[in-house]
């Protein structure tokens, strides 16, 4: 799953369509189908098809950069708080209109696990810090950083979180569990939360 090849391919890729995010995941394929929104398990994400999801068992996880950065408030965001805990990093931008669409969702499965030992943290991307401000005011439940080059999606190479919305699941032991490239719904992602909540340890690392 870790072989250089692909790596670099992930990386680059990851490269391109964040930085120059055209488009939010979710919509046609260029066959004219939509993309897949199947859990795969154990998959090579290198090959997995945008919309898809895929859920890593311990011992084919990678280790997930550790966040950090500024908040949309201008203060600093502390690292230090997702030590031990699941973390939901949810990938969005404003002028992204499925990103608005699962705002809802995120919130409610976050108010559902948060006594799980459970984070969620935002990461905005290619976006005024106003316009972003304004797209969480009045229902902003956990923090967002705010990261408009595209920094902190770069980080997960391994997996390559290349579309938004995405949102990445990462262990307690600070392993990525789950990506998924597409619109999340509370149905879906709250099921896979507590999975990985309710994991003895981890991935290894």
């Known amino acids: 799953m870790t072989g250089m090849s692909w790596r670099l391919a992930a990386a680059t890729l990851s490269a391109a369509v964040i930085l120059a ?26 090959r997995v098809d ?55 969702e995120l919130n409610a499965t976050f108010t559902a696990t948060k006594n799980l030992g459970v984070r969620f943290v935002g990461v905005n991307l290619r976006d005024g810090r106003d316009q972003a401000k304004a797209f969480v005011e009045g229902r902003e439940l956990y923090p967002s950083l705010f990261d408009p080059a595209g920094r902190v999606a770069l980080g997960f190479t391994d997996v390559s979180p290349n579309t938004i919305p995405a949102t990445v699941i990462v262990d307690r032991k600070g392993m ?8 999340v719904s509370q149905r879906e992602l709250e099921p896979l939360v507590r999975q990985i909540a309710g994991e003895a340890g981890g991935g290894d690392g």
């Open 21 to 46: 995010a055209t488009g939010c995941a979710g919509g046609p394929t260029r066959d004219g189908g939509q993309a897949s929104t199947a859990v795969v398990q154990g998959a090579d994400t290198g």
């Open 50 to 104: 945008p919309g898809a999801s895929v859920v890593y068992p311990p011992a084919e996880r990678a280790r997930a950069p550790r966040l950090g950065g500024e908040l949309l408030d201008g203060s600093r965001f502390d690292a230090a708080t997702l030590d031990g805990q699941v973390t939901v990093v949810n990938f969005w931008a404003s002028w992204c209109a499925p990103c608005r669409a699962e705002a809802g």
């Open 176 to 183: 990525v569990a789950v990506v998924l490239r597409k619109v």
